[in-house]
């Protein structure tokens, strides 16, 4: 069984920085597209930031760009969210999820193209 555990979230003030972490269990995603999607009550699960195994890209969604960071540590099998300069519109229950394959741009932004997903996270930002 695989599962990908998600922490980090909590409650902050606008303008503060939190920094999500994922972690498989079951095996190890060496050669995988790593995700990040989040969804606030009322709305559709939507792509936050992606980073591509092959070719090794980042992607992130224009409302995020310059304030949010995806990055991996391969040595703990670990991929982290920084989020720096939260605002109240990003409060949402975040998610890492897995794609066996690696994309471009429209492939790997679609949540639906992921294959392993986390429970979630929440990150409530307060004016």
């Known amino acids: 069984q695989v599962q990908l555990v998600e922490t980090g979230g909590g409650l902050v003030q606008a303008g503060d920085s939190l920094r999500l972490s994922c972690t498989p269990s079951?095996?190890?995603?060496?050669?995988?597209?790593w995700g990040w999607f989040r969804q606030a009550p009322g709305k559709e699960r939507e792509f936050v930031a992606v980073?591509?195994?092959?070719?090794?890209?980042?992607y992130y969604s224009d409302s995020v760009k310059g304030r949010f960071t995806i990055s991996k540590d391969n040595a703990k099998n670990t991929v982290y969210l920084q989020m720096n300069d939260l605002k109240p519109e990003d409060t949402a229950v975040y998610y890492c999820?897995?794609?066996?394959?690696?994309?471009?741009?429209?492939?790997?932004?679609?949540?639906?193209?992921?294959?392993?997903w986390g429970q979630g996270t929440q990150v409530t930002v307060s004016s």
């Open positions: 980073l591509t195994w092959s070719p090794s890209t980042t």
């Open positions: 079951g095996r190890t995603f060496s050669s995988y597209t």
């Open positions: 999820a897995v794609c066996r394959y690696s994309g471009k741009y429209d492939y790997t932004t679609d949540a639906r193209n992921y294959d392993y």
